[in-house]
Antibody, heavy 124, light 110 residues
Framework: QVQLQESGPGLVKPSETLSLTCTVS????????WSWIRQPPGKGLEWIGY???????KYNPSLKSRVTMSVDTSKNQFSLKLSSVTAADTAVYYCARETKYCSSTSCATHFDYWGQGTLVTVSS | QSVLTQPPSASGTPGQRVTISCSGSSSNIGSNTVNWYQQLPGTAPKLLIY???QRPSGVPDRFSGSKSGTSASLAISGLQSEDEADYYCAAWDDSLNGWVFGGGTKLTVL
């Protein structure tokens, strides 16, 4: 059974950099896209970006200037750095695996496994 | 303001059938498939429906999805108390070049 686990500080000061790591166990790390998704308290979901196991990335345009993702295939881990944080970045941060499904006519992807989430609070 | 539009709330009584809508545009739902996620209180989202109408193993057939044009719907039949949760639709957006979500619908079982 595939499991994802987020780890990192639960409290970050304004203007500093938020750093989280997601560790994947119980399944293959290769050939998948790995995403970060966040949810402010009481609000909806926001996709932050993804990283392919090879290291290629794609970020949400609204966060692109502040986001960096990296991958460590030797440890089955991928990481998120979000710089210059403000209170608006307070949220539960989830890591998730993106899986491809192909019908007879086309292929598409979806998030099939999620971590339990970790709350990051931005406050001095 | 979410790119995909969902009603903020829905409700039904046990055994009833309810539907939740998700409205988008030509750059997301109109040109890509829709996925639905269920988020029980205090837990991570869980995949409920993928590629418009496919159910992952373990998801009861009471849950079904459909798509037409730039809108999609999630239907839940034989409503049960354990279905009380937040439901989110999601699709890839070709203009934004990223995933977009609906604002979520809170389902209450009366």
């Amino acid at each position: 059974q595939v499991q994802l686990q987020e780890s990192g500080p639960g409290l970050v000061k304004p203007s500093e950099t938020l750093s989280l790591t997601c560790t994947v166990s119980g399944g293959s790390f290769s050939s998948y896209f790995w995403s970060w998704i966040r949810q402010p308290p009481g609000k909806g979901l926001e996709w932050i970006g993804y990283i392919y196991y090879s290291g290629s990335t794609k970020y949400n345009p609204s966060l692109k200037s502040r986001v960096t993702m990296s991958v460590d295939t030797s440890k089955n881990q991928f990481s998120l750095k979000l710089s210059s944080v403000t209170a608006a970045d307070t949220a539960v941060y989830y890591c998730a695996r993106e899986t491809k499904y192909c019908s007879s006519t086309s292929c598409a992807t979806h998030f099939d496994y999620w971590g339990q989430g970790t709350l990051v609070t931005v406050s001095s | 303001q979410s790119v995909l539009t969902q009603p903020p709330s829905a409700s039904g009584t046990p055994g009833q059938r309810v539907t939740i809508s998700c409205s988008g545009s030509s750059s997301n739902i109109g040109s890509n498939t829709v996925n639905w996620y269920q988020q029980l209180p205090g837990t991570a989202p869980k995949l409920l429906i993928y590629s418009n109408d496919q159910r992952p193993s373990g998801v009861p057939d009471r849950f079904s999805g459909s798509k037409s044009g730039t809108s999609a719907s999630l239907a839940i039949s034989g409503l049960q108390s354990e279905d009380e949760a937040d439901y989110y639709c999601a699709a890839w957006d070709d203009s934004l070049n990223g995933w977009v979500f609906g604002g979520g619908t809170k389902l209450t079982v009366l």
